[in-house]
């Protein structure tokens, strides 16, 4: 079943006008239509958000936003094999992405409107399921994603993980050196930090994943912005770490967060279906890009994609982390502020399971 809900500064009377049509409804909600004057959020919103009410419009109601190489990958297939939960036509839809993103898809909330995001699912939102996701790791940074999921009432759930901050920025090195090969004049882990580090190097500005490196592994900041934006019952922050060495916990935990019964995540098998590899050609990528796009996104086709995948890639140099431990350990270190203070803002602004909450766990 869908929500009905009211976009941020509707007038009470027509909340309680609407409230009997929609008590039962839990996926759809009353949005403004766009304005290219929309006065909402000057030169931010897309259309669709002006000050008038004029349509009702499907949303997702889980939001995987983030963090870029932290297993959001794993986290949206564990979820996808849950007999509830269904995702989109692909994993990351990056529909509410900033306008100008170079990810930013032409079907998107600045061209189409709100009300496209239920064209980006198989389902078109009408499907026997529970939780809808978009899992788009991008969102984290983007203004335009903050803004929306702020002003939806109640607001899609949102969910965050993140990843012990060095290993993750070697893991996107990794994955921007050897895998995208978006970074060509970058010859080692050492030389990506330094053009990452704020100032970002001119060179990656129009990469905004590489201009958001260094700043989106600071979680205490990210959590403290989203902090803001979505309450604690709806926020939702794991890591890999956790996952890794308690997956039941976790699971057990994300179970409960979202009213499923925890049986179907348990049982879940991912495969690895995003992984850092050298790949051979970046032309043979693309292409094959371009092919995933038209394809449905399927357990099936996901394996097909990753076999295809597998057969345009080399192994990564395992030797590489071992060659930088010194400079991972110095980065774990100028980090350890950071998440001291993540780890606070997390006990304060994030869900906690009821029995680690009493306990002030």
Known sequence: M??????????????????????????????????????????????????????????????????????TTTLHDLLAQHPRVTGGVEKELWFINDQHDELTPPVNVHSRGLDAWVDQFPDK???????????????????????????????????????????????????????????PHVQSFAQFIEEIREPVNPRLRDQNVMVH???????DRMLEEWGRIVPPERLFVTSVEELSQDRVRVLTDIAIWLEIDPAGLIGAGVDRSNPTVVTRSRLVRQVGKKLAKILPETQTIRKVKTALRELNSTPIDRDERHDNAALLESLTAEFAPHM????????????????RAEAGV
């Open 340 to 355: 001291a203070r993540f780890e606070q803002l997390r006990r304060e602004l994030a869900w906690q399971a009821p029995a």
């Open 125 to 183: 939102g009408k499907g026997d399921f529970d939780i809808w996701m978009d899992a788009s790791a991008t969102y984290e940074y983007q203004d335009t994603a903050k803004q929306i999921i702020a002003t939806l009432d109640p607001q899609p759930k949102v969910m965050f993980i993140v990843r012990e901050p060095a290993q993750r920025l070697f893991s996107l090195y990794q994955y921007a050196r050897y895998h995208h090969l978006r970074i």
């Open 213 to 219: 490196a260094w700043s989106g592994s600071q979680y």
């Open 2 to 71: 869908g929500k009905l809900a009211a976009q941020a500064g509707l007038v009470n009377s027509f909340d309680k006008l609407a409230a009997p049509l929609y008590a039962d409804s839990r996926r759809t909600l009353t949005a403004e239509l766009c304005r290219p004057d929309c006065n909402a959020v000057p030169g931010l919103l897309p259309r669709g958000f002006a000050q008038e009410r004029n349509a009702l419009v499907w949303t997702p109601n889980l939001i995987i936003a983030g963090v870029a190489k932290c297993g």
